[in-house]
């Protein structure tokens, strides 16, 4: 019986010259947890007393008893005069089959001595043991003679199945046809990844995506063309304070960089790893068709951390993010792209990619909570709310630096003021600028730009730096005393930064 069974060891039974304990005097003892105890399981109480029949062994008699020795056992305990006072331990139909009569077969005289012969004329049934002489045989010798013949054929067969599983061990080698010679892949390469899964995302965005590594910290980049030039934020070159900046490859290459040009305002800058060629540059998609819920993943160094990816949704569009400030030395306002998708220091710079393995963004910033119960400086990890810089604006911005030297930004003209209704109420008007063009006062709530509601100043701001300078914008404008009315304005263009 294995330790798992609840039901306790069967006994050999009562010691000499004692009565078996009845059901009832059983019941009132104590002893290890099992069959009577009000252990429940389910809601079901297991054999809990009551009326039912008293539990049996795996042998047939009740638990806590034994099965009576066979009345033609010189040590038997029990003698024809016990039995006749007790009634049978098994009821009728018991173990063994011997219908009627319980253990000991057919009712014997107190006084008799052993059974009743099956010739004496009583009529009484001859018992198990009387039945078995008459065949010439002693019941005890037969079962083992029985049970030595069942001990033979299970070793024979066990010794042939060991021979066969040893002659295969030994023609294979010792893990040979066993799950330690090969997996099931072994041979077989995986199938292609499905289009548009993390996994062939992963493939594609993986290889233009490098770590740069400095005294200072560390950052991610997107790699644009095959000869080494890199796309990153402009904040992560801050990581090259004190000494050089260096790009690590995927494949485990790493090369010195130099910065090409920076444009602080947008927070965007192009370096170019020296030496290195067959670069994979990664292939930009339209952030203007992004959709909100959309599937995106972002890939970079976090803390170290090269190559992560982690995967997330567009949670909103055109978010106005103010970045940086006077501690980090630059000031940035970001019409940005928000994500859940895990962003950490080190993911800076990197790419957010589509469904298609199409960049979308630059992961710049995030929004975190202090650490420590508001420990000064001291800032959490990502909390699900990441922001990345359109790859639009970011294409634009690079491509400028890398072919004119310079980066240009739109502007209107106008300062704003802090607060107020909802919009942005403009403060003042530079003379001669786009938004004096257009007939803009000092004194205006600015509610509109195209289609897009405005909240509040950063809104605006955002709004506006996000799209190509030369461009013309509608603005809703409501004056003192006046209705809403549209304002065309032709954006204007100011040098944010060059090389």
């Known amino acids: 019986m294995s330790e798992s069974d609840p039901r306790p060891a069967r006994r050999d039974g009562p010691p000499e010259g004692e009565e078996p304990p009845t059901t009832t005097e059983r019941s009132g003892e104590t002893g290890p947890p099992g069959l009577g105890t009000g252990y429940r399981q389910q809601g079901v109480r297991w054999a809990d007393g009551g009326p039912a029949e008293a539990p049996r062994s795996w042998s047939g008699a009740p638990f806590g008893a034994s099965a009576p020795s066979s009345p033609s056992s010189p040590s038997s305990p029990s003698s024809p005069g016990d039995r006749a006072g007790h009634a049978p331990a098994t009821p009728s139909g018991g173990f063994p089959a011997d219908p009627d009569h319980g253990w000991y077969g057919a009712p014997q005289d107190p006084g008799a001595e052993g059974h009743a012969d099956p010739d004496d004329g009583s009529g009484a049934r001859p018992g198990l043991v009387a039945r078995l002489r008459e065949r010439g045989r002693d019941g005890t010798a037969a079962v083992g003679r029985t049970g030595l013949i069942l001990v033979a054929l299970v070793a024979l067969v066990a010794g042939l199945v060991g021979g066969a599983i040893a002659g295969s061990l030994a023609a294979g080698g010792s893990a040979a046809g066993t799950s330690l010679a090969s997996t099931d892949s072994a041979g077989d390469p995986l199938p292609p990844a499905p289009a548009g899964s993390v996994e062939a995302v992963a493939s594609a965005v993986l290889p233009s995506t490098v770590q740069i590594l400095g005294a200072a910290g560390e950052g991610s980049g997107v790699i644009i063309s095959p000869d080494g030039l890199i796309m990153t934020n402009n904040h992560v070159l801050a990581a090259g304070r004190g000494g050089a900046l260096q790009a690590v490859f995927s494949d485990g290459r790493a090369a010195p960089v130099s910065v090409v040009g920076t444009a602080p305002a947008a927070d965007i800058a192009v370096v170019r790893a020296t030496g290195v060629t067959g670069l994979q540059p990664a292939t930009l998609g339209d952030s203007d068709q992004l ?153 205006d709530l600015v509610t509109k730009v195209d289609n897009r509601v405005i909240e509040d100043a950063n809104a605006l701001v955002a709004a506006i730096q996000s799209s190509p300078p030369n461009q013309v914008v509608t603005l809703t404008v409501v004056s003192a005393g006046q209705g809403p009315r549209p304002v065309p304005v032709t954006l204007g263009s100011r040098v944010i930064g060059g090389r």
């Open 291 to 443: 959709r909100q819920g959309q599937a995106v993943v972002a890939v970079g160094s976090p803390l170290g951390l090269s190559g992560t990816v982690t995967t997330g949704i567009v949670s909103a569009l055109q978010r106005p993010v103010a970045a940086g400030g006077s501690s980090s030395g630059q000031d940035s306002t970001l019409d940005a792209i928000q994500t859940d998708a895990a962003i950490n220091p080190g993911n800076s710079g990197g790419p957010l990619a589509d469904s298609a393995g199409h960049v979308i963004g630059v992961n710049t910033a995030i929004a975190s909570v202090p650490s420590g119960g508001g420990s000064a400086g001291q800032e959490g990890g990502s909390i699900g709310l990441g922001f990345a810089i359109p790859i639009n604006q970011a294409r634009r911005i690079a491509t400028e630096l890398v072919q004119t030297g310079r980066a240009t930004q739109a502007i209107i003209g106008v300062q704003l003021a802090s607060g107020g209704p909802r919009g942005a109420t403009v403060a003042a008007v530079t003379p001669g600028s786009p938004a004096a063009a257009a007939g803009i006062a000092p004194g």
